[in-house]
């Protein structure tokens, strides 16, 4: 009996310095590249990705903004954020796939990412005007269950890497993300 007690005391003694200690991984937010790859359409419509990263205050108010708002012309939230996002123009005479990284576009990623780090960022949001179905519009959701929106975290311990690169796949009716965070 004597010997089961202390292996269950050596037990709780490892998982509790595992909760103490962690994974070894430090939390906090890290760039990630951004590619995005259109999918699936015999033509190429006019499709325009947002992204933009959020701290902790303002991420919910972005999660739940409805997306249908957001791409009305004129939409004050999405005039709001000025240059703090950067666009990527999908359309017959631009490339199918296009990303945001710092060998892309050195300059913007370097200008981008210093203001979010200022503004302690915390959640990294993709946004697409998608062509949909007409006859089925798209429905507002919250978060990522509306197909126009991804929200990723920026928390370096939920990727396999540092600054490992987010592919996504733009389809008529959602954005995939094919590099999940675990």
């Known amino acids: 009996m004597r010997q089961s007690s202390s292996a269950v005391a050596a037990v709780i003694m490892s998982l509790w310095t595992l909760g103490i200690a962690g994974c070894g991984c430090k939390h906090e937010p890290d760039r ?5 790859r259109l999918e699936g359409f015999d033509d190429r419509p006019a499709i325009d990705v947002h992204i933009i990263a959020r701290n902790a205050a303002e991420s919910a108010r972005w999660e739940n903004y409805s997306m249908s708002s957001y791409w009305r012309p ?3 939230t999405r005039e709001g954020i000025g240059d703090a996002k950067y666009v990527m123009h999908f359309g017959p005479d ?11 576009d050195p ?3 370097q200008r981008l990412w210093a203001k979010w780090e200022g503004q302690h960022a915390t959640q990294l949001f993709i946004l697409a005007f998608l062509p949909g179905n007409p006859s089925q519009p798209f429905e507002d959701r919250p978060g990522n269950l509306d197909p126009r929106r991804r929200v990723l975290p920026l928390d370096r ?3 396999n890497a540092n600054q490992q690169t987010i592919r996504c796949v733009l389809k008529s009716d ?3 993300v094919l590099t999940p965070p675990k």
Do not use: A
Not at 96 to 103: D, H, N, R, Y
């Open 174 to 176: 959602s954005i995939e």
């Open 32 to 36: 990630h590249p951004v590619v995005v």
């Open 74 to 76: 004129g939409d004050l």
């Open 94 to 104: 631009k490339p199918t796939t296009q990303s945001f990284s710092p060998k892309s």
């Open 107 to 109: 300059k913007e990623w």
């Open 157 to 159: 311990c939920r990727w």
